[in-house]
């Protein structure tokens, strides 16, 4: 099978023949799949700093979209021809960026037919991202106010979106180029984080108090987003930058996980068109080293490669 992949860690990403798959063991599926989606966690996999389980020569890929083409003798609530979407880690086999992907079927979401093949595919690690953020990293509540530094980011906006849904009052950070899509996920108020004094317009829109529970999306920036968090509250990165607590704020530093039924309530909002995620740049399977340099250089939209 012909996949995308790394020979070695800290290899280049390229094309790369490895084994067919094997035979399905009880509750693991078959799944053809139509499209992957690339983020720059992808380069933490290339590099052996997250462990997804396999080992190189491998096809890298964390998440994917497809038709459902074989099934274990121990799955019970899923056939052949269902279209599903999954973030399948620990990977039992391969990666995503290849053909064909044997995943778990307790780690699978059902695909409404509604949502496009590429928007599938690089939906799952930032839509389970936001989700464990806001309701476990977070635990936040109908009323609060919460902001979310880098909403700007894929992740970020489907936090914002997602925590509106949730009755909080949303305060962000973007760009220029971004505040309009932040501002139609939701958020009440929108500054530019390229103001240096921006966590003193958020104090300012909290009338001084600094906000209930923040999430940060921005590398490097959850030590920055604290200053705007009101004593007794909560902070959550998804950026592996934790800062020390300070003021009894909760700090919490998230790392996605899969979670099948989280996955498909993310899905069911998205279906029903209440979450602000497009998919971004397109590729080839042959172009995956081009995909993941575009993913790392954060030009913004989830990036995918479609099979
Ligand atoms: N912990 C986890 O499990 C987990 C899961 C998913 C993602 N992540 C991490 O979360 C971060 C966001 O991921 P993503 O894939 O959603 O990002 P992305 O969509 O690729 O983000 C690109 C956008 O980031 C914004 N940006 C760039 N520099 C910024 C800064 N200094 N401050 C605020 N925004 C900035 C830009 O938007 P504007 O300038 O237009 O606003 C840009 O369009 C990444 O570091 C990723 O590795 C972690």
């Known amino acids: 099978m012909r996949v995308a992949g790394i020979e070695e860690f800290g290899g280049p990403v390229k094309a790369l023949e ?4 094997r035979a399905l063991r009880g509750t693991e599926v078959l799944i053809a799949v139509k499209a992957a989606g690339v983020g720059n966690w992808e380069d933490l996999v290339r590099t052996g700093d997250w462990d997804v389980g396999g080992t190189p020569p ?4 964390v998440e994917a979209a497809g038709v459902v083409a074989a099934v274990g003798e121990g799955v019970e609530d899923w056939s052949v021809d269902d279209e599903v979407l999954t973030h399948p880690v620990p990977l039992v086999d391969q990666g995503t960026w ?17 949502v496009s093949w590429t928007s599938a595919g690089a939906f799952p690690v930032r839509a389970l991202t936001a989700m464990q953020v806001l309701d476990e990293g977070l635990s936040l509540k109908p009323g609060e106010t919460l902001l979310v530094n880098g909403a700007g ?18 305060l962000a950070t973007a760009g220029p180029s971004s505040r309009e899509r932040v501002k139609r996920a939701g958020a009440a108020t929108v500054v530019d984080y390229h103001d240096p004094n921006w966590t003193a317009q958020v104090l ?10 923040a999430a940060n999306a921005a590398p490097g920036g959850a030590a920055t987003t604290l200053a705007a968090v009101r004593d007794g509250g909560r902070l959550a990165t998804i950026t592996v930058d934790p800062p020390e607590a300070e003021r009894g704020v909760e700090i919490a530093s998230v790392i996605v996980r899969p979670d099948a039924a989280q996955l498909e309530l993310a899905t069911q909002e998205l279906a029903a068109g209440r979450l602000e995620f497009e998919s971004g740049a397109s590729f080839p399977l042959a172009e995956a080293d081009a995909a993941l340099a575009y993913a790392v250089a954060g030009r913004g939209g989830a990036v995918v490669l479609e099979l």
């Open 153 to 170: 980011t894929v992740t970020g906006g489907l936090i914002v979106s997602l925590a509106v849904l949730r009755g909080a009052h949303v």
């Open 18 to 21: 490895v084994p067919d798959p």
């Open 204 to 213: 300012e829109a909290t009338a001084g108090r600094g906000v209930n529970a």
């Open 98 to 114: 290849a053909p064909s992907l044997i995943a778990e079927s307790g780690l699978l979401a059902r695909k409404p037919a509604d």
């Open 58 to 61: 491998m096809a890298l890929g």
